[in-house]
């Protein structure tokens, strides 16, 4: 399902509009405190991924019960990626599935998480390990959000929007063209690259909606970059660990990239992070529960050149080994 996206730079009348039309809002509560207006009557859970859990769920679930909500209703989350995640899983679940509006609030959520469905929660120390595939009926970005995000969140969804720039030559060369100006947050250089990730993760995800194929390249840097969230117990943002997790899969596999784009990578990545210093162990425990993952062979979303990217997949044991020569490498690059 081609879900409707409306953006601009400040939209607040049609997210009133849409908002009017929802049933129930949930926010979190640092949205809520910076956005009162926007979220009267809100069902407010805590903010931040703790909160991506089945408490928070089945409260948003008991919420939606006792407020009546019948199936023809909608249900909006107004936040960022943990709001989207957890809203759109009580969404498909409520009577089997009701349509949800996405409003979202971070750079992370405009330029990935509010498109193409994927909802969940983490559970048992796995992230994402509870979820669903249910498209939102309609996206409203307003960039006006942006201007009370922490820096922290800035570096978060940047690391989305340069995974996501790795898919095409077109964004990749965009990226490196606007590399110094998203640095320096130059709004009209965030606002164009935050449209082409759309543009992209929209197309993709409706060549491939439930990641049978095209869908799991989205996934780069994500297979070490969740095994080390998890591992760290989720102490940086998720953007930072995609970053870590695509300088250090492309550490682990960097004999069969472009040694040009290699490089290039690496030092992008480094303007943003440092690499991780998480322990062997921990990460390969962790990979082995990521759902891209066939039989034992772990998967990882490798980027080989500009607009391509290969499914690799590695033995448990050259796992290891490999996580631990990339660390070396990471050392010295
Ligand atoms: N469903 C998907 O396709 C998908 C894709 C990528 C990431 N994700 C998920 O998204 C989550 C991360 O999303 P996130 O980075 O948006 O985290 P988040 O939702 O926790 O937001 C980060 C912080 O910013 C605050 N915040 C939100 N909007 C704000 C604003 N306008 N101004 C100031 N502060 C604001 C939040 O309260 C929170 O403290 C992870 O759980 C990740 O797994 C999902």
Not at 51 to 59: D, H, P, R
């Amino acid at each position: 399902m081609t879900t409707n996206v409306m953006y601009g730079k400040n939209i607040v009348g049609d997210i009133e509009n849409a908002l009017s039309l929802c049933a129930m809002v949930v926010t979190d509560e640092n949205v809520a405190r910076l956005y009162p207006e926007l979220s009267k009557n809100a069902f407010i859970i805590p903010a931040g991924e703790k909160s991506k859990n089945q408490q928070t769920l089945f409260s948003i679930l008991e919420t939606m019960g006792a407020r009546g909500l019948k199936r023809t209703d909608k249900i909006a989350a107004l936040g960022g990626g943990v709001v989207g995640d957890v809203v759109g899983l009580a969404a498909s679940l409520y009577m089997r599935g009701i349509a949800w509006v996405v409003i979202p609030t971070t750079l992370l959520a405009m330029v990935d998480s509010c498109i193409g469905g994927k909802t969940a929660i983490d559970y048992g120390g796995v992230k994402n390990l509870i979820g669903t595939f249910h498209a939102p009926e309609s996206v409203i970005i307003s960039y006006h959000f942006l201007e009370t995000l922490y820096e922290e969140d800035w570096l978060c969804g940047y690391g989305e929007m340069i995974k996501t720039c790795l898919l095409t030559e077109k964004s990749y060369s965009m990226l490196i063209d606007n590399l110094d100006n998203i640095i320096a947050y130059d709004r009209d250089a965030v606002y164009a690259l935050i449209e082409k990730c759309i543009e992209i993760k929209q197309a993709v995800v409706d060549a491939d909606p439930k990641e049978n194929g095209l869908r799991k390249n989205l996934n780069i840097g994500h297979t070490v970059g969740h095994a080390l969230e998890a591992a760290d117990g989720y102490k940086s943002t998720h953007g930072e660990y995609v970053l870590k997790g695509i300088m250090t899969e492309c550490a682990m596999c960097k004999d069969i990239i472009d040694k040009d784009f290699y490089n290039q990578i690496i030092s992008i990545c480094k303007r943003f992070v440092t690499p991780p210093r998480t322990s062997t162990k921990s990460v390969k425990e962790r990979a082995l529960h990521d759902k891209k993952n066939e039989g034992d062979m772990i998967t990882i979303m490798l980027p080989t050149a500009a607009g391509e990217v290969s499914n690799v997949r590695i033995a448990q044991s050259d796992f290891i080994e490999r996580y631990d020569g990339a660390i070396k490498e990471l050392k010295k690059v």
